[in-house]
């Protein structure tokens, strides 16, 4: 076929239809649209580069997962920026931007680029900074009062909860934003963050009370969450208490939260006891809950596991489940997996299961709890032979369990490397409805063309860890894998 006259074809349909056709191919694919021509390249530059990472330092020595960092950070950061300075149309690109601040301290000459492009980026929808300390470069008040009087279109916006961030609340009243998150960062002195908040408590509800009417989403430390005043948790829909020190005011959440559709709760500590028992007392509290997220360490009770298995089951509207524990076998999870299985309208599950047996009576329990109405799996199964009553049996199939559930389009599993129960291939095989296949911090997109499949390339570490709903394309995937750590120094 004459190449010309194919292209001419092509470009005889509106962008807009091309625009449908790129949404439904995978991000390798979009990536080769670049050289094709003019009208792909502008099609694909548009999806490709709505979301930026701006790196600063390294965030692999930060976690201490290497010792020595990428060479290239540098170059590329600095070629970034003198991209957005210089060119209008590329800048107006980006609607997401993450900044991955984990250097000490940044040269005058880094910081003012970097203000200076955020002011060309008009059309910033969502603004995320990311580190791990307060030794770490936080965004200064010039950069952050660019960010309010230039990208009016801004709706969301996470900041490192830290003393130079809440200095700056007074520009960040002005953004129109409807989701906002502090994320805790270590200190210099251990418990500084928290007496900060202290400081601050005044200039938080000021902030707040300036997004009244606006703000749905919060995620934040406990702390902060129960600084909120009242008016404002009765307006959120999406809520996230992270870093849990104490849910002692959990009633008032139940009593104000009217509107919740989405509850995350991480307690990374002391058992969650008067989580549970706030939970036993009211299971018919927030009745338009569709995501519920649980994650806790090991050490919870049965009664505790009960109260939250009656909490699921009165939840009609129930769509997403996430439940993290890293230490209950399925017996003592009868509860909580006969609620599961009840819920006729999940679509999106996510569990932790021990097991001090592995048999196909194990599998038989699991096939028959999850709903065959899910599109999204995050299954995490926690075994060793060293550490079992006896012997797993040999040869349990597995793959049965992904292979009956005709809708899953992601799944990820967290198994034992050494003795894995599914194989990528079987399981992109066996479940044709898949787009998207991971174990642990290993993520792979599924193309299918004329019945046959690929595996692409691996999400890059940095990808993984900086996740986005932009990197999975779906709200509901995103959400099943936030907040579980999937690298580690095994991964390097």
């Not at 601040?101 to 059309?123: H, Q, V």
């Not at 959120?236 to 002692?248: D, Q, R």
């Not at 500590?269 to 927030?286: R, S, W």
């Not at 994650?295 to 596991?305: A, E, M, V």
Request: hydrophobic residues 40%; contains cysteine.
């Amino acid at each position: 076929m004459n190449i010309d006259v194919e292209t001419r074809w092509t470009e005889r349909l509106p962008p807009e239809v091309w625009q449908i056709v790129l949404h439904f191919t995978s991000s390798e694919t979009i990536r080769d649209c670049l050289g094709v021509s003019r009208l792909f390249h502008d099609i694909a530059a548009r999806k490709i580069f709505s979301s930026l990472r701006i790196r600063f330092g390294s965030w692999e020595v930060a976690y201490e997962l290497t010792d020595k960092p990428p060479e290239d950070n540098e170059c590329r950061t600095c070629c970034v920026l003198l991209r957005i300075l210089t060119d209008p149309v590329f800048a107006s690109y980006v609607k997401h931007l993450d900044i991955l601040a984990f250097a000490d301290k940044l040269a005058p000459f880094e910081m003012c680029s970097l203000t200076k492009a955020i002011g060309a980026m008009y059309n910033l929808r969502t603004f995320r900074w990311h580190t791990v300390s307060g030794t770490f470069t936080m965004p200064s008040n010039e950069l952050l009062g660019t960010l309010a009087s230039t990208c009016g279109r801004l709706r969301g916006c996470s900041l490192p909860f830290s003393i130079q961030c809440l200095d700056a609340l007074r520009s960040l009243k002005r953004l129109p934003v409807t989701n906002f998150s502090m994320e805790l960062v270590h200190p210099d002195t251990p418990g500084a963050e928290f007496e900060s908040l202290d400081a601050y408590r005044t200039s938080l509800a000021s902030l707040f009370e300036a997004y009244q009417g606006s703000l749905t989403w919060l995620s934040a430390p406990s702390q902060v969450i129960w600084g909120c005043p009242v008016y404002i948790m009765q307006g959120l829909t999406h809520l996230s208490i992270h870093h849990v020190e104490h849910l002692s005011n959990i009633t008032l959440l139940f009593r104000h939260c009217i509107r919740l559709e989405s509850l995350d709760i991480q307690y990374p500590d002391e058992p969650p006891t008067t989580l549970f028992a706030a939970l036993a007392a009211n299971p018919a509290a927030l009745p338009h809950l569709t995501h519920l997220k649980i994650r806790l360490h090991p050490g919870i009770n049965q009664s505790g596991l009960d109260a939250l298995a009656a909490f699921i089951r009165s939840k009609k509207n129930l769509r997403c489940l996430d439940f993290s524990d890293r230490g209950s076998t399925i017996p003592e999870l009868a509860s909580m997996l006969s609620a599961i299985e009840s819920s006729s309208g999940l679509e999106v599950l996510g569990i932790d299961v021990y097991f001090d047996t592995l048999g196909l009576n194990d599998l038989a329990i699991l096939r028959r709890t999850i709903p065959k109405t899910v599109t999204a799996l995050r299954l995490r199964l926690l075994y060793s032979p060293f550490d079992m009553d006896e012997p797993p049996e040999e040869n349990i199939p597995w793959i049965e369990l992904w292979a009956g559930l005709p809708r899953l389009a992601f799944a990820h599993v967290e198994d034992n490397e050494a003795d894995p129960t599914v194989w990528y291939d079987d399981l992109a095989e066996a479940v044709k409805s898949l787009k998207l296949l991971a174990r642990r911090a290993s993520f792979h997109e599924v193309e299918r063309i004329d019945g046959n499949f690929t595996l692409g390339d691996s999400w890059s570490h940095t990808k993984v860890q900086f996740r986005t709903v932009e990197d999975f394309g779906c709200e509901d995937w995103e959400w099943l894998m936030r907040g579980h750590v999937l690298l580690d120094d095994l991964d390097y």
